[in-house]
Nanobody, 122 residues
Framework: QLELVESGGGLVQPGGSLRLSCTAS????????VAWFRQAPGKEREGVSC???????TYVDSVKGRFSISRDRANNTVYLQMNNLKPEDTAVYYC????????????????WGKGTLVIVSL
């Protein structure tokens, strides 16, 4: 069983930055694609960004140019660098992985973290 743990959330002013981390136990975490999702109050969860086995990345249009995903295989960690944050980025952010999936996907994830809260406000 893979356990994912997110960290790095918090309160930040508009225009600020945060770096989220997703750390996992288990060697398979480094093998497969990892995705970040977010869920704002009263809204459905949406896929935000993903990094594939080979390092390819995808982003939802609303965060392109502001967010950057990366991974450190040696430390079993995936990061989401969030710059120029906006109030509409306020949400609980989750990382997730589908077992055996090398390419990016935002459906049918097998493993989820518990989330980290990001609040963008004055």
């Amino acid at each position: 069983q893979l356990e994912l743990v997110e960290s790095g959330g918090g309160l930040v002013q508009p225009g600020g930055s945060l770096r989220l981390s997703c750390t996992a136990s288990g060697f398979t975490f480094a093998l497969y694609a990892v995705a970040w999702f977010r869920q704002a109050p009263g809204k459905e969860r949406e896929g935000v960004s993903c990094i594939s086995h080979s390092g390819g990345t995808t982003y939802v249009d609303s965060v392109k140019g502001r967010f950057s995903i990366s991974r450190d295989r040696a430390n079993n960690t995936v990061y989401l660098q969030m710059n120029n944050l906006k109030p509409e980025d306020t949400a609980v952010y989750y990382c997730a992985q589908k077992q055996g999936r090398f390419g990016c996907i935002y459906n049918d994830m097998d493993y989820w973290g518990k989330g980290t809260l990001v609040i963008v406000s004055l």
